[in-house]
């Protein structure tokens, strides 16, 4: 027969106060896409963007701001960091599945076209992507070592290491508007050029925006480190921008070769 659950079993299940940050976090994630499709079709959307923009760092800094005082008082360190940890993966998921779907009609486009790039599309140089390959690449080599080091106890190694990979982070979203500018200044080439066009601007620009906020992410794990939050045992907020800034440096491999090379 089986038995009821006492009551005071109930104290051992951590039970998050309730939260508006997600729903205005995606409130603020929908103005993006409005704001970038006003402004392809021709219409003044770049207010849009920029209101997006604000709401979606203030709706990230307060959300983070709960979770960090909310993490302090977990009565279970690692019960709840392995939910936190699924709930991270499946987060990835989601927004692999993003990914996918553009992937997906970029192909199919491709497919019904019977030369690529079509016929006016600018020839995409391959040096300065490829640079800002390798330096994306190695931001997730300095990224890993700095876990390592926090997992050590060496805090202060792991505090450069993630101002480093945070530099190389800001130096690839420079080459990508290095790269958007060339081409809009000097080829002519934007989002209303055709599907390839828009495919481009729409797949670099989601990542782009991937990884600025990737940057912002380690930057509150910057601070925290410099605040002394983290220990080898209790550092889930380290681990989940480690894990997203490695998902957005696979992401742009891929995107390097399907746009790039293939």
């Known amino acids: 027969m089986s038995t009821l659950p006492h009551p005071d079993d109930h104290e051992h299940i951590h039970m998050p106060e309730p939260s508006y940050w997600p729903l ?8 993006l896409p409005v704001g970038f499709l006003l402004t392809v079709w021709g219409h003044k959307g770049t ?12 709706c990230l800094m307060g959300w983070a701001n709960q979770l960090i ?23 990835l998921l989601s927004e692999a599945a993003i990914f996918g779907a553009f992937f997906a009609h970029h192909y199919n486009a491709r497919g019904y076209l019977p030369h690529w790039p079509p016929a006016g599309a600018p020839h995409l140089a391959t040096t300065l992507p490829a640079i800002a390959t390798l330096i994306l690449m190695s931001s997730s080599v300095t990224m890993e070592f700095a876990h390592i080091m ?8 792991a505090k450069w290491l993630t101002l480093l990979t945070i530099i190389l982070g800001v130096v690839f979203l420079g080459f990508q508007g290095h790269e958007w500018g060339f081409l809009k200044t000097y080829d002519k080439f934007t989002q209303q050029s055709g599907v390839f066009g828009t495919s481009f601007y729409v797949m670099t620009g989601f990542h782009g925006c991937h990884v600025a906020t990737g940057v912002l992410m380690l930057l509150i794990v910057w601070f925290r480190l410099r605040l002394g939050h983290f220990d080898p045992q209790r550092h889930f ?26």
């Not at 205005?24 to 103005?31: E, F, P, Q, R, V």
């Not at 993490?71 to 279970?76: I, V």
């Not at 360190?77 to 699924?86: A, F, G, N, T």
């Not at 989940?240 to 293939?262: G, K």
Request: charged residues 15%; without cysteine.
């Open 24 to 31: 205005a976090l995606a409130a603020s994630i929908g103005l």
């Open 47 to 58: 207010a849009l963007l920029i209101v997006g923009g604000v709401l979606v760092v203030t």
């Open 69 to 91: 005082r909310e993490t302090a008082t977990l009565p279970n360190v690692q019960q709840d960091d392995h939910w936190m940890r699924l709930g991270m993966k499946l987060f």
């Open 150 to 157: 926090l997992k050590s106890g060496r805090r202060n190694g």
């Open 237 to 262: 907020s380290f681990v989940a921008a480690s894990w997203y800034w490695h998902f957005v440096d696979v992401i742009w491999i891929f995107l390097f070769f399907t746009i790039y090379l293939i």
